[in-house]
């Protein structure tokens, strides 16, 4: 019974998270070794003894399992917290350097536009200036016809 109370807390990972009980365990273990058979009294306190400090050994690793898997699960929360928070800080950045490049080109739009309009007025005002001319010259051809006849 006592060996497979001590294979239950090995399984447990008692060596590990137990150490210390696992040694007094082992100890006891051998102090079972040497008791004379004809002790039952004494034999049998004995193997209880093992098997307490075994279940005794089986249970802290249990809860130390249990303590190192929950702060396991924490540091990989906060990881995977600082991680989101990283991603939202470059996503922000990221919409801001794209609105930033999406108002200098509106404004360089609004310039070419501007320049685009000035440079319409100087066709239109040429082109008035142009017909005024032809206007001026027809009729001084004209009167000068009309001189020469």
């Known amino acids: 019974m006592s060996a497979q109370c001590a294979e239950i807390a090995r399984i447990a990972l008692a060596d590990k998270y137990a150490p210390a009980i696992m040694i007094r365990r082992s100890s006891s273990e ?20 093992v098997v307490e400090t075994a279940e005794e050994a ?20 906060k990881r995977a917290a600082l991680d989101r928070e990283a991603k939202a800080r470059a996503d922000a950045e990221s919409e801001v350097k794209r609105r930033q490049e999406a108002d200098q080109a509106r404004a360089a739009a609004e310039v070419a536009k501007a320049e685009a309009e000035r440079m319409k007025q100087e066709a239109e005002q040429a082109s008035q200036d142009a017909v005024r001319q032809k206007q001026k010259l027809s009729k001084l051809a004209r009167r000068r016809c009309s001189n020469s006849k």
């Open 58 to 77: 089986r249970v802290m690793a249990v809860k130390q399992k249990a303590e190192e898997d929950a702060q396991s699960a924490m540091i990989a929360e």
């Open 30 to 49: 051998g102090a079972e070794m040497c008791i004379a058979p004809e002790d039952k009294k004494s034999v049998d306190a004995a193997a209880r003894e």
